[in-house]
């Protein structure tokens, strides 16, 4: 029999009212964002048009190129044309490179998410230990050392640790690469076919081990440097978590019984320890997009945040509006899938919210 809630509903049926109230929320988030956005785009001082045309156009090419872009329009109809492109998928054409800026962020993106991607996955693989380690060491040096560690991984700018990085890996013991996504001279020699963008599973796909191997030594700074606040976040959330589940009577009962350690911290605690962990790890995708921005261009990473840099500096407001509105998309799906993910572990989520 369904599980109902205390409106008379089945469990179901609280999970798609949760569902729309999330989507909806969402829509509204991105209409917010873009709408923002947008504004905030006219009123910086710049001149889109002589941008768009180049510093030797004529007064007819600067004419052509305000009624192109609509620069002559009142700036609601400004943003009615470019709402009308938005929901047919067209991000507009940016100034600075003349292509549509969807397919500029589509070339751009993979190599940030390959870079997000093997940040967070150390955050999750180094984090979560370090935080069940800590709450079951709690008050001794195991502990405070894992809480330092923690507190310096969220407190240090990223950029400060990319430099750092870069000066003793690179300038100093000549470790790893210092820039880039992969070494030319291997590019030329194994060349490699682009099939989902990230370079250390096409080279996986396409068994070229070589390039395989390039990549992860380029990878490994960068996703390092964006991997410790999450890799902090995580393990206090953990170590929180665990302090409080390690008193809970089962878990004593459990020791009563014998049961090994591991068994008992990992399958039992780390279980409903394990929520506030993923809720972190979904936040920190926001910060990952953000703090990308720099990072990438300290390390040259030819994705969306160098690209949003570039934009930036000069003034391309089509390209800023539009990653804008990406980087605001996948806050809000990571989001909704930690939602889901939470609802998953604990059904108990859906129907608190479901019901509120």
Known sequence: MAKRSRRGGTASGAFARFLIRRALLAVLVLLGVVV???FLARVVPANPAGLWAGVHATPQELASARAELHLDDPLPVQFGYYLTGLVQGDLGVSIRTHNPVLDDIGDKLPATLELISASLLLAVVVGIPLGVYA???????????????????????????????????????????????????????????????????????????????????????????????PIGLVARMVRTMMVEVLGENYVRTAKAYGLPGRLIHYRYALKNAISPAIVAVGLSFAYELTGAFLVENIFAWNGIGQYAFNSVLSFDYPAILGTTIIVAMFYVIVNLVVDLIQSFLDPRIVLTKAEA
Do not use: C
């Open 135 to 229: 709450g079951v060491k709690k008050g001794r040096w195991p502990d405070h050392l894992t809480r330092f560690l923690a507190v310096g991984g969220v407190s240090l700018p990223s950029f400060w640790l990319a430099v750092v990085f870069e000066m003793v890996f690179v300038g100093e013991l000549h470790w790893l690469p210092s820039s880039g996504r992969f070494s030319d001279v291997l590019n030329i020699q194994y060349p490699l076919k682009t099939i989902t963008g990230f370079l250390t599973i096409d080279s996986l796909i396409q068994g070229n081990l070589i390039r395989f191997g390039d990549a992860i030594a380029h990878l490994i700074l960068p996703a390092l440097t964006l991997a410790l606040y």
């Open 36 to 38: 923002i956005t947008f």
